[in-house]
């Protein structure tokens, strides 16, 4: 059966590099503002040691917030498209990348930003040389998190029209068993590949002597205890 | 294994690790005598915690053999042997957990201790550790400073009423005001309870405070000295012994004595300073020093004068 | 729903007016959101609803933990399986829902089960690294006194590393349980069951109110079970919030 399933993969190669590209865009897309939203304003947060009942409270809001209800709310108030789903999207990216961004850079120790204070650094210094470095891997984390669960909902938008590979999926009857299982494991290969792509990046971007302290998934904030 | 005190032998006691040319301690022999404090002393990599640990078998012996009561520790079933060996370490290792109580409760409960008779235990020993029941039964470990902790730590350690006590370091992380309050405590608690106890520590001060017996040891397991403190500092073995009591050692040996033990001179109206009785000789001497004088006048409990000391009399009371 | 899952609906050009009869003015005219609906249709539609979604919850998270349980006790004595536990956990918790879905699907059908094999799976992964994580962050001067005290390798385990792991297996718990119960909406495009399925059904006439309706449910539902697992934890755990006071 599986056997079926690639080699319908194979058959419509076209078809699946389309729809592929489509989910691609739309979670690409997705997640550039969802970041260019949310780490910035958690970098700031977290610099200022302000806001950290919001930024945490964020984080559990957003994992509660049904990824299908997000989606058809899209749909309802902006209609069929793009764009809606885009949305919809968004709103589910930012809160691990809002949290992660402001849990790590607050929590950089109290001691190293006095010392790098005392030595003479501007707020601005402190946050670029000091502050984002160390608060990298969490960071990363985040956004790791964040890829993984765009990619994965990017595949309901189809319910919305949103396109990708979840047309193919939610589509049974058009594309028949193959069709829907060779889609089913070549969005998983998508999440897979995505959540190794970040890694990596988080890998190169992380000064090292800091590797090897990256945490791999998302840190539940409450989990810090005494 | 409980009540009274036992005697702990160790009969050419030996630990090799695997891939090493030197073992970590090497033919220990000794006898520690029921109800005696033996300080186990030496600079780091002595072997002096891994001596200590062959005893509750928290380390294997390679060869030789540690035995209580005459008893070889090999032959007990591991388990049974600790319960009845008290273990203190030096961060305490209290369990978060739990409370006072249920911490020094511990082995009792292990043992199949009735009830009634567990919380009367502990209420006894928080009380021999001066640590109010009413007030310390149901408190967390994180509500106590380091002090409190270490003295639940040897409650703990006494509740079921082991022959034998094992401590390794166990005053070490406290600051030196509580490190010298409870080493007092302990001296007062073996006074009543009398157990027998193997202490580790590098601080040669604390083991001439505490100790019955102290065993110097040196890099590799290998005993230096075993003896009383006072015949240890009189009488040091090795360059290597007078080298580890420090250049202080006429000192230290001093503080070992006090007036009332000395032949004291005629007073002969004598006009001096006064020293009480209980003094030691170090504090005598010191005095002397800073008040210029050669003699102190020696008064007893009510400031009579009993006596006169002099500077001769001091030397000549230790060599 | 025959024999797949959902028709797209693209099809759809613009908004249509749900033919709900008798419904009033608000619904006829599809405002953002109307009490009266939710009240006229609460015991038939949102209430049933609810109670499905719970039931799928609990039933997947209880077999979550209890698996995540036995892997991490193994990984605990058995360093080695680390690596392979922690993979495939992650593994499954980066497929997509739907895709894992369909992947089920042909062999275990259209049913509830596979909704909660797919449920159970996303959340070992959170599950595991807590309770490992919980089980390593046991002090070793704990360990130590207690091996020393004579407490045995399956007592140590019981009075004092699962006690002691508590705090971390909670906070894993609290993630698992919110996100179980917003996951849980997508399994309506399997089996007609949970808050999904208004969400689903609304969908298809844009209907906002339903969906809206449903979608509050969720989220409150959600909160509502981590507020009741903090003071779980809260009860279960009375050494964690004493603190020194002199």
Redesign the interface.
Known sequence: ?FADALQFVVDERRLILEKTWEHLVLSGAALAIAVAIALPLGVWLGHLHRGSFLAVNVA??G????????I??G??FLG?GFWSVALALVILAVPPILTNAYVAVDGVEAEIVEAARGMGMTGRQILTRVELPLALPLIFAGIRTAT?FV??????A????GGGL??I?????GYG?DG??G???C??LL??LA?AGVGLLQRRLTPPALRGTAP??EL?V??R?? | MSGAAAEIAFDRATKRYPGRAEPAVRELTLTVPAGAICCLVGPSGAGKTTAMKMV?R?IDITEGDISIGGTSVASLDV???????G?V???????????VAANVA??PR?LGWPKGRIAERVDELLDLVELPADDYRD???????GGERQRV?LA??LAADPPVM?MDEPFGALDPITRARLQQELLRIQHEVGKTIVFVTHDIDEAILLGDRIAILREGGVLAQYDTPERLLARPADDFVVRFLGADRGLKLLALRRLDELELGPLDGLVAPTADASTTLRDALSQMIVSGARSLVVVGDSGEPRGVVTLETLAAAVS | MT????????A?SGPVIPDFGEGSDCVVDNRLFCPDWVRDNWSDVLQPALVEHVQLTIIAVAIGLVLSLAAALLTHRFRLLERPFGTFS??V????????F??LV?VTGLTVTTVEVALVGYTL??LY??IV?GLRSV?P????????????RR?TLWR?EL??AV??TM??L??AV??T??????A??VVPKG??YP??L??RE???TE??A??AL??AL??VA?ALLVLAERAL????S?????
């Open positions: 059966m559990n809001l994992r509660a917030l049904p990824s299908l209800a997000v058809a709310l749909f309802v069929v993984v990619v994965a909902t990017a595949t309901i189809a319910v919305a029209g979840g047309d999926i939610v589509n049974q009857a068993l829907v299982v889609a089913a494991i969005v998983s999440a897979l959540d791999s998934f539940d409450h989990h205890h005494g | 509750n928290l388990t049974a042997l600790r319960r009845g060996i273990y370490i030096q961060q305490v290792g209290l369990f978060p957990h739990m409370s511990t082995v292990l408190r967390y470990p994180a509500q106590l400073s730590g703990r350690a094992l | 024999d797949g899952l959902v028709e797209p609906l693209v759809q992650a593994v918790y980066t497929i997509p829902s739907l895709a894992l369909q992947l042909p992964l959170i690294r807590n994580e002090p001067e704990v360990l130590e006194a207690a091996r020393g005290m004579g407490l045995t007592q004092i006690p002691l705090p971390a906070a894993g609290r993630v919110v996100s119960i917003a996951l849980a909406t997508v309506a495009l808050l999904g969400i689903f609304a969908l844009a209907f906002n969906i809206i449903a979608g969720a989220v959600a909160l981590d755990t009375p050494w964690s004493a603190r020194r006071t002199t």
